[in-house]
């Protein structure tokens, strides 16, 4: 499935749980966070959840999100998080 359908999809599943997600900004294809992702509460916009390294760059692949999106218990926990 090409990357963008599987963003969108994504997308959609997240804010039916009541989440967000943000795709990194930067347009530099060396740049580390490049095509990465972050997942924000939809309740709290401020409220950052899963996705930053230790210098708050996005970290997840599209992949990673998958997973963690896909992950019951995963989703359980970062829910109760966000509100």
């Not at 997308?11 to 749980?17: C, D, L, N, S, V």
């Not at 795709?23 to 401020?46: C, H, Q, T």
């Not at 390294?53 to 999100?65: A, M, P, S, V, Y």
């Not at 998958?66 to 992950?71: F, I």
Request: proline content about 1%; hydrophobic content about 30%.
């Amino acid at each position: 499935m090409e990357d963008k359908v599987r963003e969108n999809k994504l997308r959609r599943k997240a804010e039916r749980i009541g989440l967000r997600i943000e795709k990194s900004r930067v347009r530099d294809e060396m740049a580390p966070d490049y095509g990465k992702f972050w997942i924000l509460s939809d309740y709290n916009r401020s409220n950052l959840l899963d996705g930053y390294d230790q210098n708050g760059k996005h970290c997840l692949t599209i992949d990673d999100l998958e997973d963690r999106l896909n992950d019951a218990e995963y989703v359980r926990k970062i829910t109760a998080r966000a509100h």
